[in-house]
């Protein structure tokens, strides 16, 4: 297992906790020298914070950890490609590079919608890999919307019985 791979999986084990209390699950972690010191998962119904996603959850953690906002030279590794708040996020925070798993064709803006980072109203620019792990990512996603549809399906039968 190469390093993207290895704090992927530490994404993902983010996304599987924000999964297990009901958030969408998306992991986010970030890297400076090759530690972890920032991670997120979503969160914004735990919350009630419309701007806890993953990416600016992990980031505020990095934030506090340096004890500054500008996250220069760190890598911010997220299971899926990043929205458009998120993204803007990154920009501020002078993240370096971007390793996202899978891609998210409703709303991702790195990629499936835009090249957000390539706009040259920026000041800052950020690489950007994907595809790491994108397999896992997916799974992950899918499963929990595999799952809320069952729930969804099982309740509607329930409601129907007791009519």
């Known amino acids: 297992m ?3 791979e290895a704090f992927m999986k530490e994404a993902i084990a983010q996304a599987v906790l924000g999964d297990a209390k009901n958030e969408v699950p998306v992991g986010a972690v970030v890297v ?3 530690k972890i010191i920032g991670r997120g998962f979503n969160q914004p119904i735990s919350s009630n914070d419309p701007c806890a996603h993953a990416e600016v959850v992990a980031l505020r953690d990095a934030a506090c950890s340096l004890q500054n906002y500008r996250l220069v030279n760190a890598d911010l590794y997220v299971t899926i490609e990043p929205c458009t708040m998120c ?4 920009v ?3 993240i370096r590079r971007v390793i996202y ?3 998210e064709p409703k709303a991702g ?3 499936s919608q835009q090249n957000i980072f390539q706009e040259s109203y920026f000041n800052h620019r950020v690489e950007v890999l994907s595809g790491v792990l994108a397999q896992e990512c997916s799974d992950v996603m899918q499963a929990f919307f595999q799952r809320r ?4 399906k099982a309740l509607k039968l329930a409601n129907k019985e007791n009519q």
């Open 92 to 94: 501020h925070g002078r």
């Open 87 to 90: 993204a803007g996020a990154i």
């Open 149 to 152: 549809r069952e729930e969804k």
């Open 109 to 111: 803006v790195v990629h």
């Open 101 to 103: 798993g899978a891609s």
């Open 2 to 4: 190469n390093q993207h």
């Open 32 to 34: 400076l020298d090759g």
